[in-house]
């Protein structure tokens, strides 16, 4: 027979067992994570939050972005941090940050199933941020940076779409995916425009140029997708002239009907005599690799024959355009007007000829190196 007092102790020592242990599983277990589609308070989201951004979507309707991660960790910077401009002993913090959004007047934000792709947080901080939309109609951008390189930032595109907060993919003019991200200039490298355009800012090491893209939003889409580019040799942003698409067309319109660019009455086949009646005396003249060549400010005209050939019946044979201020770059040219006709290093010239048949006319763009600008273009 057991006797009662055993029987008691060992009931006590069960009963504390238990408490032990359930005490510790609340203890170990770790936070429940934050589920997409979970609400969260504002006043929580305010508190367990490392950053926020004020974003409003196309019919400008505020929200708060909140950034959060549940297993966040606390360091600080060692050294500085030459990306981030960030000193020694800044604080840094460290997890898997996603998205909370809440809508102005709203007592609850909900959780987003949106990818931030972003892991390290370093106060104070300037490389994510919001870029405004010029008009309504066009919704904000939040913009959230990674290294790329020394010259650029990769950065992700995100906006408020019905209620939600969405990522924005980049393609191109033919409606060709590029990607989920694209590069600018860190500091003054995104702004956008009316007509819900938008610019990111690059610099070109090769060719020691400022590239400047232009795409345009479709929130619907959740695309941005190229309207435009142009290079420039100063870091400002360009306010004025003619981007490379509007600028390589007129030359494919004018190169079709046989004319000089901004000078329809200035036409292949034209006697130079009714031609210098027109555009006066040229600046020079001289002979070129298959005739001879008068040269006015911003363009030549190359003759049929050379220069002891000429006579009152001598007419223009080609069209020489001076492109040397578009700064335009081989890769643009191919982006608006395709794949060319023919590409080769002309020996004799000493230099790459990229050439586009169009109609019973001929585009030839010269550049010196592979990496060059274009020097100078051709009609024929």
């Known amino acids: 027979m057991i006797h009662p007092k055993y029987n008691a102790r060992t009931a006590y020592l069960v009963i504390l067992t238990l408490v032990c242990f359930v005490f510790s599983a609340l203890l170990l277990h770790p936070v429940k994570a934050a589920a997409k589609g979970e609400q969260i308070s504002a006043e929580q989201l305010k508190s367990m939050s490392?950053?926020?951004?004020?974003?409003?979507?196309?019919?400008?309707?505020?929200?708060?972005?909140?950034?959060?991660a549940d297993d966040e960790q606390k360091s600080t910077l060692t050294e500085p941090n030459n990306w981030t401009n960030n000193k020694k002993g800044d604080a840094s913090y460290s997890g898997t940050y996603r998205a909370a959004l809440l809508k102005k007047g709203a007592k609850y934000g909900v959780v987003q199933a949106a990818k931030?792709?972003?892991?390290?947080?370093?106060?104070?901080?300037?490389?994510?941020?919001?870029?405004?939309?010029?008009?309504?109609?066009?919704p904000d951008m939040?913009?959230?940076s990674d290294w790329g390189t020394s010259n650029f930032n990769e950065v992700k595109t995100y906006i408020v779409r019905s209620g939600e907060l969405r990522r924005v993919n980049f393609v191109d003019n033919n409606g060709k995916k590029i990607g989920d991200r694209y590069s600018a200039i860190r500091g003054d490298g995104i702004?956008?425009?009316?007509?819900?355009?938008?610019?990111?800012?690059?610099?070109?090491?090769?060719?020691?140029?400022?590239?400047?893209?232009?795409?345009?939003?479709?929130?619907?889409?959740?695309?941005?997708?190229?309207?435009?580019?142009?290079?420039?040799?100063?870091?400002?942003?360009?306010?004025?002239?003619?981007?490379?698409?509007?600028y390589l067309k007129s030359l494919k319109d004018a190169a079709v009907?046989?004319?000089?660019?901004?000078?329809?009455?200035?036409?292949?086949?034209?006697?130079?005599?009714?031609?210098?009646?027109?555009?006066?005396?040229?600046?020079?003249?001289?002979?070129?690799?298959?005739?001879?060549?008068?040269?006015?400010?911003?363009?030549?005209?190359?003759?049929?024959?050379?220069?002891?050939?000429?006579?009152?019946?001598?007419?223009?044979?080609?069209?020489?355009?001076?492109?040397?201020?578009?700064?335009?770059?081989?890769?643009?040219?191919?982006?608006?007007?395709?794949k060319p006709s023919s590409e080769y290093y002309n020996e004799a010239a000493g230099g790459y000829e990229m050439v586009y048949n169009v109609g019973k006319h001929t585009i030839v763009f010269n550049y010196e190196e592979e990496h060059d600008l274009i020097d100078f273009t051709n009609i024929y």
Do not use: C
């Open 142 to 144: 939040l913009i959230i």
């Open 50 to 68: 490392r950053l926020s951004f004020t974003v409003r979507d196309a019919n400008q309707t505020p929200y708060t972005v909140y950034i959060f």
């Open 116 to 138: 931030l792709d972003l892991s390290t947080i370093i106060l104070p901080q300037t490389w994510n941020f919001v870029v405004k939309s010029k008009e309504s109609g066009t």
């Open 257 to 338: 009907k046989g004319v000089l660019p901004g000078r329809t009455d200035i036409k292949l086949g034209m006697s130079i005599q009714s031609a210098q009646k027109k555009l006066g005396k040229p600046k020079s003249k001289s002979n070129g690799e298959w005739g001879a060549i008068y040269y006015y400010t911003q363009f030549g005209l190359g003759l049929d024959g050379y220069m002891h050939e000429l006579n009152n019946k001598s007419r223009i044979a080609m069209f020489e355009l001076n492109n040397e201020k578009r700064y335009l770059s081989p890769l643009n040219v191919k982006q608006w007007m395709g």
């Open 191 to 246: 702004r956008t425009l009316s007509g819900a355009r938008v610019q990111f800012k690059n610099y070109n090491n090769l060719q020691f140029v400022y590239g400047v893209d232009t795409f345009k939003l479709n929130a619907s889409k959740l695309e941005l997708r190229l309207e435009d580019t142009r290079n420039t040799r100063t870091k400002a942003w360009p306010n004025s002239g003619t981007g490379d698409r509007a």
